[in-house]
């Protein structure tokens, strides 16, 4: 890849550098397998009088060690340097490691440093700066092949459908009719306590009445909010992880659901909540709903020593302060393997039928958690079982806690919820920010490994953030407005018909970049909403966006007929400050396709190929 330097120095000079593993250019990667040799190539002009070049190393938290390279051979008026790098010397005895290291460029009269802002690319600095970062990951790590080249479909139950089937609803709860213009419940500010008790009564049913539906939009993975007993609407606050909540259609309903989309080819991903319970649950039992005794109510409760009390029984830690939400202490083996054990959660709802779990607030759940989970979900689907965490940043470097984690070495986790993929959207079509979405996406390309980069969960919105219709239409998000305001406010039909246009590109990014795309229900239909809980409107069925619905049934179509997009390389081909273009490329088939998207003011030309602006170009 070419490299400018720092313009305070050289700037017209150039050196690339490049990363081959068995004689594949492997430049845009920065995650290998225990024991492939990285031979990194350095090609440097003589005019920059580089005397020496050096790669200083160091495994995370450790000593670092510099390693020279070899001078090889004279290219025109540049040298080149190579150096191989053995990952199994790098782990020793560990199966898997995360290293930080630097190019160093020394001179008869100073040193020059390497400083990446992507993982890939660098500029030279007088002083080290910010290091590359190299991920070794066990040597048999692969992610469920059946998920790659997929469309994810995100069901938020209670206002997605409400089919025809046994559902009963618990005592406490109430139920508004109103499906077509309902406003959910919500209180007076943003934040403030709020039962959740208001329900629109989507089911389990209704996911089965819509399969023709979603098969229409080439989905082949349905991602299901909560759908365990709970006393809230969002079913954030299990009550029972041992039953499918009545209002949903119990466990019939799931095990129905689960049989008519497996013969259609769709898989389902189930909501594991278990950093914390609800209040009203079976476990903790602080109303005394529940006929058994619960950690609440007395210190001889089985699950007393699942919660952390300060002051038995009204102080105790629960997620984020919020009282309802009593949080679990996964270093008491019975809670922990209640979950992962061989007989535990995981296991019971693979075998009823589900493929996998997306898991809640991943970042809170321990190692050995995680460990253990990933063990149990792979030894009962043969491997195939799907693990992706909620997890909102770089997840190869992510800090949580003081801790570094390991989600990505081969023994946790198999993808993430790619937020910084939504953040790279927003700053491209809010900012005409191009820059931007080229180092966001450059660099967890080249901190994933590719098996991980093929499964990442590409979202454009979730049940936790504002409709990306509303985004794109109102960038202030309704701020300094009241819920009462925000319940009603819906977009101009100006700002509408431009958010659509921009949603548009939006798609097409998520729908064609490495990973899955993930659709949060109604996204497709138009749905419109700010902030919790305004993002989860009951789906307009009957009124859906028939231009938007089209559109996102052929981006299902396209995914579908391009081998490229399941398992192909990722390579930019062209960035400017307001547009770029990237390639996606399947060796195996040859399959190729080009996506082009311009957000400046005159025309943006790649390859023969011109992009108006505002708008995007896909050759295939």
Known sequence: MLIRLHSALEAEQHITLQKQVRGEDVSSLGAFEKGDVIVFTARIPRTLGVAATVLRIAPDGGEQTDLPFAFSATEGDADLYTLSLFTADLCGNAPDGLFFYELLFLRGFDTLFSSTPNNVDFTLTEHSDERFHLLVYAKDFRTPAWFHGGVMYHVFLDRFCKGEGWAELHPGASLNGDWESGIPQYAAHAGDPLANNVFFGGNLWGVCEKLDYLQSLGVTVLYLSPMFSAASNHRYDTASYELVDALLGGDEAFATLAKEAHARGMKIILDGVFNHTGDDSVYFNRRGTYPTVGAYQSKESPYAEWYNFRRFPTDYESWWGIEIMPRLKHNKESCRRYFTGADGIAAKWIRAGADGWRLDVADELSDAFLDEFHDTVKRETGGAGLIIGEVWENAATKIAYGNRRRYFRGKQ????????????????????????????????????????????????????????????????????????????????????????????????????????????????????????????????????????????????????????????????????????????????????????????????????????????????
């Open 413 to 620: 986790l198999d993808s993430v919820m790619n937020y910084p993929f939504r953040n790279a959207v927003m700053a491209f079509l809010q900012e005409g920010d191009a820059e931007t979405f080229y180092h966001i996406l450059t660099e967890l390309y080249a901190s994933y490994p590719p098996t991980v980069s093929h499964s990442l969960m590409n979202l454009l919105g979730t049940h936790d953030t504002e409709r990306i219709l509303t985004v794109l239409g109102d960038p202030s998000v309704g701020e300094g407005r009241e819920n009462a305001a925000l319940s009603t406010l819906r977009l101009s039909e100006a700002a509408r018909r431009e958010a659509i246009g921009l949603l548009k590109i939006a798609s097409v990014l998520q729908f064609t970049v490495y990973g899955v795309p993930s659709v949060y229900y109604g996204d497709e239909a138009g749905l419109e909403g700010y902030h919790d809980p305004f993002c989860r409107m009951p789906f307009p069925w009957g009124r859906e966006e028939p231009e938007l619905l089209e559109h996102y049934r052929w981006l299902g179509r396209l995914r579908h007929r391009h081998p490229a997009l399941k398992e192909g390389d990722f390579r930019f081909l062209a960035c400017e400050k307001h547009a770029f273009a990237f390639e996606r490329f399947d060796p195996k088939s040859g399959d190729r396709l080009t996506v082009a998207a311009n957000m400046g003011n005159t025309d943006f030309t790649v390859a023969g190929h011109t992009v108006p602006p505002r708008n995007w170009v896909i050759v295939e």
